[in-house]
């Protein structure tokens, strides 16, 4: 995925939020997923069409680290959802 991409979700999931964690739920494959700490953030910014950078840009924002680990952390997370199909 380029920094640069459009981000669309592509499926919808169940999401509840515990005690500053998201539980989501895929009904289709039966499959749970537990995000924490800054994922939290990501996932909230997925919600809307969004790029890496506009992601990146806005954490950098919000916390204490170096582009570089906000970027290379940004970038394992976004390429995992894709891989689960959650997002293209």
Known sequence: ???NSTIIMKKQLNVTDLAGEKVMIDFETGKYFLIKGV??????MLQQETTPTNIIESLLKEYDV??????ASVMEFLDKLQKLGFID
Do not use: A
């Not at 994922?39 to 909230?44: A, K, L, Q, V």
């Not at 170096?66 to 970027?71: A, H, Y």
């Open 39 to 44: 994922g939290n953030d990501i996932w909230d």
């Open 66 to 71: 170096t582009e570089e680990e906000c970027e």
């Open 1 to 3: 995925m380029d920094k």
